[in-house]
């Protein structure tokens, strides 16, 4: 059983343990990333606050959830969360402002783009944004301790995939809708026979090595948008 929480400032103090105990206050939004790690695509960040009147059961971290798991949850936490939000940044920023500031930067967007404003944050990791639009936690591990964070890993994470699925059609032959453009074996080995696309990160090691000054076309002019 748990107690309402009246003022969500206790969240930054609160013993690591507990965060799970509190699965749904009303003004606490989780805070999450998928795709810093992979060679090419942008990384998604997603913020989340869910309902208390509107439980969801069997959040977790997405990366340990099968992918229909991870839909079916997706699905849920858009019917019934209270706020959620997703951002993507582009390789082209990742490439100008480096992943770590990219991520920082999806985060800050991710919660300002709430339809409600948040009155505390837990974001998953060890850093915190410097320009949050309310105070927040750095929580290491937290998609699988807070609820929140969870479900804003799944919505990250699902949107992310769904994305990557859509350029494997657009970029053909580097096998994108299956890795998602981690670097496996299969993803280096495409990038040695073709050569990087557009929407690979140039300011990766196994990427840069291969570009060329005539190569680095923007991801924006490739797509024509």
């Known amino acids: 059983m748990t107690l309402p929480i009246d003022d969500p400032s206790i969240f ?12 749904s206050a009303s003004d606490l939004a989780g805070v999450d ?9 942008p990384v998604v960040v997603a913020a989340v606050i869910l309902d208390p009147a509107r439980r969801i059961n069997g959040l977790d971290d997405s990366k ?19 706020a959620w939000s997703v951002v993507a940044v582009d390789v082209d920023e990742i490439d100008r402002i480096n992943i770590f500031h990219a991520r920082m930067i999806g ?10 404003a948040p009155a505390f944050a837990l974001i998953d990791g060890n850093h915190l944004p410097k320009a949050l639009p309310c105070p927040a936690r750095a929580v290491v591990d937290g998609d699988a ?7 804003a890993s799944i919505i990250a994470k699902v949107t992310r995939d769904r994305l990557m699925r859509e350029m494997d059609a657009r ?8 890795h998602k453009g981690y670097g496996v074996p299969e993803h280096l080995d495409a990038l040695r026979r073709l050569g990087p696309c557009p929407l690979h ?12 000054p005539a190569e680095t076309i923007p991801l924006q002019a490739a797509l024509g948008v």
């Open 33 to 41: 990333e998928a795709g810093c790690a992979p060679l090419a695509g």
């Open 201 to 212: 990160r140039r300011s990766f090691a196994p990427v840069r090595e291969l570009y060329t």
């Open 12 to 23: 930054a103090t609160l013993p690591r343990r507990k965060l799970a105990l509190w699965p």
């Open 64 to 82: 340990i959830l099968n992918e229909p798991t991870r839909e079916k949850l997706y699905a849920r936490i858009v019917e019934r969360a209270r």
């Open 171 to 178: 970029f053909p032959g580097y096998g994108f809708a299956r």
């Open 107 to 116: 985060m800050t967007r991710a919660l300002a783009m709430l339809n409600c």
């Open 145 to 151: 301790i807070a609820p929140s964070i969870s479900a």
